[in-house]
């Protein structure tokens, strides 16, 4: 731990931490601490997994101008030697924002594969494809693991059929996650590894024949590959931007939706009011977003200068984590915050964060969630969890929060 304590710098280290971190792994309630910090500590001292100090940040206020003031920096977390949440699970390259990828032709098919006009044009299938899950599930009875067998093959469907990737090849993809998406002190074989073998898959689709004609992403980054003079982006560059969305893509919805209906299932009462009301599913989703505990960590920055924040100094080089919970549950904004109220309208949630890395994808986001929750509470009435709540398996180490198994019975 003292490692981290060195010269210039120390005076700004906190010598220890106020609350442990991360916070919790459950999905299913605020951690406590949260109103304690956003009360008597919301700029809070934390160490990280590395042992690194950071500042842990958790009322609306400070949540929403750390995201959007430009000192604090997403990209210099790439930087040799920046203080860190977790080892890296993605080489450095591949982790810069969408407005930063270099290549116009690149980013401009990374925005319209992503864009409403597509989702919607995609978006027949994502029903189809919920239905014939559940289909099986209906067939068979219950119980059943709706992480298992709906929430992830789902996803693994609609986030496939958006980059224009075949459903295994989405699978493999999705298996990889639960191998190296960690958050652990230090780096390991098998993230590398997993990355590889993604890559190496992912290339080959690119490269192979006909692959100018793939729908989706994956076809407008074939094109690009083919028509490409300059040899500004390689092969490498295209891959990665690809196999990076399906990842970013795949935890968060996967990770939403399984907590979406926990969360529901956690309130019979709301529930049914959706089933009765399908008209307020886009709404009902705003909710369950603001109240989605799955962001397992902080959303982190770097301190590009010297500066203030809610009156704590926060030196250069410092790394700033943005409590999401925090902010959705903060009183200040959203009056009975612990309250799930699907016909709440809570514009402001942070769920996708906010300013310059606001999530490139909220259209598909939405749109993943609505119809795969449209067709739960078609199909399954009586929906309900097999196992009593405080029995559910959280998965530690990893970087959403989510459940292991959702056992339930309908
Ligand atoms: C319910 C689902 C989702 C949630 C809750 C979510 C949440 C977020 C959040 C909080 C951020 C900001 C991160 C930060 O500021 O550090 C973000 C950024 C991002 N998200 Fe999402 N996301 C979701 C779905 C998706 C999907 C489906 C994709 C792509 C297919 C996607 C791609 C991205 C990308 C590329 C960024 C980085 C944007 C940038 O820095 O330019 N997200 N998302």
């Known amino acids: 731990m003292s490692a981290v304590y060195s010269g210039e710098s120390e005076r700004h280290v906190p010598p220890e931490a106020d609350v442990e971190w991360p916070l919790s792994r459950r999905g299913d309630v605020v951690p406590e601490v949260c109103a304690w910090l956003r009360e008597n500590k919301p700029v809070a001292r934390v160490r990280t997994l590395t042992g690194a100090p950071a500042w842990l940040v958790s009322t609306h206020e400070l949540a929403t101008r750390v995201l959007q003031d430009e000192v604090f920096s997403m ?3 790439a930087e040799p030697g920046a203080r860190l949440q977790y080892a890296p699970v993605f080489p450095a390259t591949s982790r810069s924002s969408v407005q930063d990828i270099g290549n116009a032709g690149l980013r401009e098919a990374v925005m319209r594969a992503l864009s409403p006009h597509a989702v ?6 994502f029903r189809r494809r919920a239905d014939a899950l559940l289909d099986e599930l209906v067939d068979e009875g219950p119980p059943a693991d709706l992480r298992a067998r709906f929430t992830d093959p789902y996803t693994v469907s609609v986030m496939s059929a958006v980059l224009g990737l075949s459903d295994d090849h989405g699978r493999l993809l999705m298996d990889g996650l639960d191998i190296a998406i960690m958050t652990v002190p230090r780096s390991f074989e098998g993230a590398q590894v997993n990355w590889d073998k993604g890559m190496a898959l992912t290339r080959d689709r690119l490269r192979a024949p006909g692959a100018a004609e793939a729908p989706g992403l994956l076809g407008a980054l074939a094109r690009i590959r083919a028509g490409k003079g300059d040899q500004d982006v390689t092969d490498d560059d295209l891959a990665s931007a690809l196999n990076g969305l399906f990842t970013a893509g795949a ?109 490139a994808a909220t259209f598909l986001a939405r749109t993943h969630a609505s119809v795969a929750l449209s067709a739960v509470l078609d199909r399954m009435p009586g929906l309900r969890l097999a196992i009593p709540v405080e029995e559910i398996s959280w998965r530690s180490g990893w970087i959403k929060r989510t459940a292991e198994r959702l056992p339930v019975l309908w």
């Open 75 to 77: 990209s210099a977390m």
């Open 120 to 125: 919607k044009q995609a978006a027949g299938g």
């Open 251 to 359: 935890l968060s919805t996967a990770a939403f939706l399984l907590l979406a209906v926990l969360q529901l299932m956690r309130h019979p009462d709301q529930m049914e009011w959706l089933r009765a009301h399908p008209e307020a599913m886009d709404d009902a989703v705003e909710e369950l977003l603001r109240c989605n505990l799955a962001i397992g960590d902080g959303l982190p920055r770097i301190a590009t200068r010297d500066t203030e924040l809610g009156g704590t100094a926060i030196a250069e080089g410092d790394l700033v984590l943005v409590l999401v919970e925090g902010a959705n549950h903060d009183p200040a904004v959203f009056p009975r915050p612990h309250e799930l109220d699907l016909t709440r309208r809570p514009g402001s949630h942070l769920a996708f964060g906010a300013g310059r890395h606001y999530c």
